[in-house]
């Protein structure tokens, strides 16, 4: 009896540094079906990984968008549409606001400065926002940073431009080249301000916001190029870019305004006020409180896109045990042979469970690759269209926990054919019938 | 043998899917991991109904905020303490009760004197008695400045919807507190209700605008548990 057990207990430990060998053996023989589950889990993983990289991504750049603001007023519309496309870019105001409302409130006893912002305008794609130097001096984002140049200067007349870090790099432009400005938002425009070009003065050192893909102009650089224009349109009136300089440049209108105030305490006083101002319809917002209403909104869509995408993951693992059962049939032979060089059934089981293993653990990692390559590949494309750079993916301890619940999972799922294995190959004994 | 064998399935299977379940219901809570350094848990994340008023949580209404027990150095205070001088609020409303007298029910005119009352209300000055006091006092975030996700400057006010809620808080009933940089809470947390204990300053409202009204600088923030 004794000597049994010995021989069981050597068999055990022969087979079993080979066990993992014969594994991959027999998977290998159907490659087939090993590659198509392997991609499948890898895919899922993939988009789990991939997701949660994005969320994060996205939402440190969002949160890095503005710092040191205390209020942001426009016309009156909602206080995220607000804050979305003063701040961020993103869709159109419902209306201006009048440059006398304007003045108005930026004389209150309570207001340090303003930065007010006439958009409207493109070119090439990227917005164009008109401005003046206050925007340079008071404007910060991330922990109260405020811009920096990377070469040149601010303007200091009509038709001087600076360019965000992004539009600088993608068109290629310097310091003295001139460039047209289009009117409305497209990419392609059919309304260029063709007579009156701009000349780039300055251009800004990347922040990872918005202001990287925008053009600042000068606020009298916008009156200028829609002088001789009406409702939209060029009239017949041709007024050169020379003689509009010099006429009267103060706008009639401005998109919106960013306040800063003397004493913060102050804010909800005269964001009241504003958002009373009897002559005209305005909105204040404390963009602080907008950004963490806009972030909450988001936070409800992340958790719903992260259980879609938990779904899909077991989806694939689910294939995976679906692909072990179907096999389990044809492979009843594979097992008796084994059963014959002396396996003992307990083997047979792990056989099955380090063929998950393998699947899952080849799954995940084709997955990061993916992610890692998507990132790389779409880098540029992002970044021209949505305002933010995407940082190269490392694995970080989440993702490395995702994978390890993967595999983790994958194994408890093929629990069941190796359970089913087992007992078969107990059964069958070396005589199998197909 | 056949029987024990169905069993055996089903209850692996039963295992598995048990596990998932459990397992996807933990996911499902699970952040991506960003709150470094903010020590505190999030414990409510439901919005509380625009105006509810903090002391309605802490059942301080009536309290005359007299020293609390000397085993926490830092001692209660009352909202109602902030505003100094309430014989002062009421001159300020018998001055103006003639006029809105003569106006009638949801007249035009009513708008302007109120306008005028809240200026004054909110030119009385902060109860300089206050200033240098080691102090805790409850109430609700206003985001003014954050980082990374972590409020990292806000105006503390006495009911929720401060933004919004008209008329806003005085300038002698907000507090501007800069919190300690690990005591920061994270803006999902933002709705809820939080203590504040630190050393409160005052600065006259006439005399200084710039630095006018109540701060506490390095201040220890706490989400509020009702509990305590």
Redesign the interface.
């Given at each position: 009896m004794k000597n049994q057990v010995d021989a069981c207990k050597m068999s055990w430990f022969f087979l079993n540094g080979t066990l993992v060998k014969l594994t991959w053996k027999s998977l290998w023989n159907r490659r087939i079906n090993l590659i198509l589950t392997v991609i499948s889990i890898a895919i899922s993983v993939a988009l789990l990984i991939g997701v949660e990289y994005l969320n994060k991504e996205t939402k440190t750049s969002f949160l890095n968008t503005v710092s040191g603001t205390d209020l942001v007023v426009g016309a009156r519309s909602g206080p995220i549409q607000l804050l979305l496309y003063s701040v961020f870019h993103i869709g159109n105001a419902t209306n201006n606001i009048g440059w006398d409302s304007y003045q108005k409130i930026s004389k209150n006893k309570y207001v340090k400065w303003t930065i007010p912002l006439s958009l409207g305008d493109s070119h090439k794609g990227f917005r164009v926002l008109g401005t003046n130097q206050n925007f340079f001096i008071h404007f910060k984002y991330g922990e109260k940073q405020a811009l920096v140049f990377l070469q040149g200067k601010p303007f200091s007349s009509v038709y001087d431009a600076v360019l965000g870090a992004s539009v600088a790099d993608k068109l290629g432009y310097k310091i003295g080249d001139k460039f047209i400005v289009a009117h409305g938002g497209g990419a392609t425009s059919f309304s260029l301000h063709k007579d009156k070009p701009f000349t780039v003065t300055g251009i800004l050192k990347p922040t990872g916001t918005p202001v990287d893909q925008t053009v600042l102009v000068t606020l009298e650089g916008i009156e200028a190029i829609h002088i001789d224009w009406r409702s939209g349109a060029p009239t017949g009136l041709k007024i050169s870019a020379e003689k509009a300089a010099k006429m009267n440049l103060t706008p009639k209108v401005i998109t919106a305004f960013l306040v800063g105030m003397k004493n913060r305490i102050t804010s909800f006083k005269v964001q009241r006020n504003i958002n009373n101002y009897p002559h005209e319809a305005l909105l204040a917002i404390l963009p602080g409180v907008a950004l963490a209403d806009l972030w909450h909104t988001l936070g409800q869509f992340e958790k719903v896109l992260r259980i879609i995408t938990l779904f899909v993951v077991i989806a694939g693992l689910l294939g995976m045990l679906t692909s072990i059962i179907s096999t389990l049939n044809e492979r009843r032979r594979e097992m008796a042979i084994l059963r014959a060089t002396g396996a003992h059934p307990s083997q047979i089981f792990l056989l099955f469970i380090i063929e998950a293993f393998i699947l899952s653990f080849l799954g995940a990692l084709l997955g990061m690759l993916i992610v890692f390559i998507g990132v790389i590949v779409a880098r540029p494309w992002v970044l021209s269209h949505y305002g933010f750079h995407l940082h190269t993916w490392m694995p970080s301890l989440m993702d490395a926990t995702i994978l390890a619940l993967v595999i983790l999972f994958a194994v408890l799922f093929s629990l069941l054919p190796s359970w089913i294995a087992y007992r078969r190959s107990l059964q069958d004994g070396l005589t199998v019938k197909l | 043998m056949k029987l024990k064998?169905m069993k055996?399935?089903w209850l692996?299977?039963s295992i598995?899917f048990t596990?998932?379940i459990v397992?996807?219901s933990a996911?499902?809570g699970s952040g991506?991991?960003?709150k470094t350094s903010a020590t505190n848990k999030s414990k409510n994340n439901t919005k509380p109904d625009i105006g509810a008023l903090i002391t309605d949580l802490t059942g301080l209404g009536d309290s005359d905020g007299e020293d609390q027990a000397a085993s926490d150095e830092y001692r209660e205070l009352d909202w109602k303490e902030l505003a100094p001088d309430t014989t002062a609020e009421e001159k300020i409303i018998a001055k103006y009760q003639p006029q809105i007298d003569k106006i009638p029910e949801g007249g035009k005119g009513a708008q302007p004197i109120y306008d005028k009352m809240i200026a004054e209300f909110?030119a009385l000055p902060a109860n300089p008695k206050l200033d240098g006091q080691k102090i805790k006092i409850p109430g609700y975030v206003?985001?003014?400045?954050?980082?990374?996700?972590l409020?990292?400057?806000?105006?503390l006010v006495p009911y929720f919807g401060?933004?919004i809620h008209?008329?806003?808080?005085p300038?002698n009933n907000?507090?501007?507190i800069k919190p300690k940089k690990d005591k920061r809470i994270h803006?999902?947390d933002?709705y809820s209700p939080v203590w504040i204990k630190g050393i409160i300053h005052t600065k006259n409202t006439k005399t200084d605008?710039?630095?006018?009204?109540?701060l506490i600088e390095n201040a220890d923030v706490e989400l509020f548990d009702s509990k305590e």
């Open positions: - | 064998n055996l399935k692996l299977s598995i596990l998932s397992i996807l996911c499902d991506s991991g960003d909110n206003t985001i003014l400045e954050q980082e990374k996700g409020v990292s400057e806000f105006l401060a933004c008209v008329p806003p808080p300038l907000t507090l501007l803006i999902d933002a605008l710039a630095t006018a009204g109540y």
